[in-house]
């Protein structure tokens, strides 16, 4: 299993309130990503990144924004979180894009915006 | 709009019989399709894929069909076992694209 760490993996906030989830992987893939999970949604792609200071906005990406400092850290931050914004956030990493290969999954951080 | 399509949300089959998960796509450039399996309160794990240049991949008890006429992908799991009870995400991309694209999810429950 690809070493796919996120943080916090629940977390109730505000809204109107900044927000930042973390994923960490220790994988060494070049590419990651940010998905959000809902009900008759499946799973959303909100930005991704293709290598350090790389990324590029998904199909969701109002709301949120994405920075990656190093290859193992892909930040998502909500800079004023809304209650449309609670959901089930998903990263995930690859080695080669859509040219084939997989995607592996960390185990979700549950947002809660009240 | 979905670019991928899942039109069924829920399954539930015999254990023993055979599961059919079915799946559409609408983009043409797609050429890799993947299926990933999902417990609750985990992230998805990966199940099996298919390049745009074969109709059949098999791994154990699932197989995946691709029709790339009618842009349709199907995964069978025979047998059907009570463990396989869980939510199934088909997804695709281009070779040519960095995304992954899935669609909203089977959730498939498998009576002992």
């Known amino acids: 299993d690809a070493g796919i760490t996120q943080s916090p993996r629940h977390k109730v906030t505000e809204t109107g309130t900044p927000v930042t989830l973390r994923c960490h992987q220790t994988e060494n893939h070049r590419y990651m990503y940010w998905y959000r999970q809902d009900p008759g949604h499946g799973l959303r792609l909100i930005h991704y990144?293709?290598?350090?200071?790389?990324?590029d906005k998904g199909e969701v990406s109002d709301g949120y924004s994405v920075s990656r400092s190093k290859t193992e850290d892909f930040l998502l931050t909500l800079e004023s979180a809304t209650s449309s914004q609670t959901s089930v956030y998903f990263c995930?990493?690859?080695?080669?894009?859509?040219?084939?290969?997989?995607?592996?999954f960390g185990e979700g951080s549950r947002l809660t915006v009240l | 709009d979905q670019q991928v399509k899942q039109n069924s949300p829920s399954l539930s089959v015999q254990e023993g019989r055979i599961s059919i998960l079915n799946c559409d796509y609408t983009n043409s450039m797609f050429d890799y399709f993947l299926w990933y399996k999902k417990y609750p309160a985990e992230g998805p794990t990966f199940l099996i894929s298919?390049?745009?240049?074969?109709d059949k991949n098999e791994d154990g008890r699932f197989t995946v069909f691709l029709n790339k006429s009618a842009k349709h992908l199907s995964l069978h799991i025979v047998p059907s076992q009570p463990g396989d009870s869980a939510v199934y995400f088909c997804?695709?991309?281009?070779?040519?694209?960095?995304?992954?694209?899935f669609g909203t999810g089977t959730s498939l429950t498998v009576i002992p």
């Open positions: 997804a695709a991309s281009a070779h040519d694209g960095n995304q992954f694209y």
């Open positions: 995930a990493t690859g080695t080669s894009g859509g040219a084939g290969g997989e995607l592996f």
């Open positions: 990144s293709y290598g350090v200071k790389d990324t």
């Open positions: 298919i390049s745009s240049i074969k």
